[in-house]
């Protein structure tokens, strides 16, 4: 399962659902849970743990890069067998 598309459109389904079901238990969440403070709390943590997912992906892009320039300049910085 390395197709990109099909990454996407399951990654896609699953915050759509997400969603819904927030929006669907949002009426029998008690008040204290819904105030301001509660909302905040929710955002930051959604924010830490997008910084610790992109923190981890970049390394990896990184390297693509890398990679990526090497193919365009010509260069082959890893080789199985030198003498090819």
Known sequence: MENPLVIGLIVFAVILVGAFVGWAIKERLPKHH???D????????????????AS????DFERQHCL??????GDHP???N???
């Open 34 to 36: 819904l105030s301001d």
């Open 38 to 53: 509660t909302k905040s709390t929710v955002t930051v943590s959604m924010a830490v743990v997008a910084l610790l997912g």
């Open 56 to 59: 981890a992906r970049a390394p």
């Open 68 to 73: 990526q320039r090497a193919r365009w300049r």
């Open 78 to 80: 890893v080789r199985a």
């Open 82 to 84: 030198p003498s090819a």
